[in-house]
């Protein structure tokens, strides 16, 4: 499991994959930042979301287009690419583009799905289902990894609290590790999220948390972070109120990763 080594690692970009120009940008301030700091950057985007709240809401641009788009990121930026995959009959062809699976929080439990994402060769993360329980992350990891896949991660995004909020529980992070070998990442956008309390009963969010939330999971050892981020996000088709403003990553890394150095945690095993 040397994908994910060493910690901390940023995964980092928009949720739904913009224009060239748009991504390129985002990838670029993505890279120098990781850089600055020194961890690792793999570059996020989204080629459909499958799973929005409304019928009519965008799901982006689909698996030819996105990959074309990514494909072009990495050309010109030679950045390692991650990106969600909801159909096991989609994921040969991401494979040929990308350099790291997503199975989305809602499917990961889903085991053909997961089964055929190790099975192609790439690293493997999971996000971690609203209602699951960090110990029952075991199963999906498992799932994978009896395909062949030994780099998987589980990435923390937050738990149902009653309706229409999420919580982090910061234990989360030493319970999945010790139950699956698993890397642990922590998503500081998602677990931002307000499910059904938007405008227009839309996913709505308190992005303003969002440095609290970073800084507690990295005291509590995650072993990366998982950040969706975009220069204009009220400008953003998806996730808007929790996207962080690309202007401001700098910032949240600088202190992510001093208090998880000062930290002193361990390393995923």
């Not at 910690?7 to 600055?36: F, M, Q, Y």
């Not at 997503?102 to 971690?128: E, H, M, W, Y």
């Not at 030994?150 to 995004?157: F, G, I, K």
């Not at 738990?159 to 909020?165: K, M």
Request: charged fraction near 25%; proline fraction near 4%.
């Amino acid at each position: 499991m040397d994908f994910w080594k060493p910690a901390p690692i940023l995964v980092a970009g928009p949720c739904l994959i913009d224009d060239h120009a748009v991504n390129v940008e985002i990838a670029g301030r993505v890279a120098e930042t990781a850089s600055k700091y020194g961890v690792r950057a793999i570059f996020k985007a989204s080629f459909d979301k499958a799973n929005r709240s409304n019928s009519d809401a965008t799901r982006g641009p689909g698996i030819e287009k996105g990959l074309e788009l990514l494909r072009a990121v990495k050309v010109e930026t030679n950045m390692k690419l991650l990106t969600d995959v909801h159909d096991a009959g989609h994921i040969e062809s991401v494979a040929e583009v990308v350099d790291v699976l997503q199975v989305p929080a809602f499917l990961c439990r889903q085991t053909d799905l997961l089964s055929a994402a190790g099975s192609v060769g790439l690293p493997v993360n999971i996000k971690k289902g609203q209602w699951m329980a960090p110990e029952a992350m075991l199963g999906a990891v498992l799932k994978v990894r009896n395909s062949g896949c030994l780099d998987v991660a589980v990435t923390e995004r937050g738990t149902f609290f009653g309706y229409g909020d999420l919580v982090v529980d910061m234990r989360s992070f030493r319970r999945i590790r010790e139950e699956t070998g698993a890397a642990v990442l922590y998503d500081a956008t998602h677990s931002l999220q307000r499910p059904g309390m938007g405008a227009g009963r839309t996913t709505g969010g308190n992005r303003e948390f969002c440095l609290d939330l970073v800084l507690a999971a990295a005291g509590a050892g995650t072993d990366g972070f998982f950040v969706e981020t975009h220069p204009e996000p009220q400008m953003a088709v998806s996730d808007s109120e929790t996207m962080l403003p690309l202007a401001e990553l700098d910032d949240l890394i600088a202190a992510a990763t001093n208090t998880w150095r000062s930290a002193q945690r361990p390393q995923c095993q």
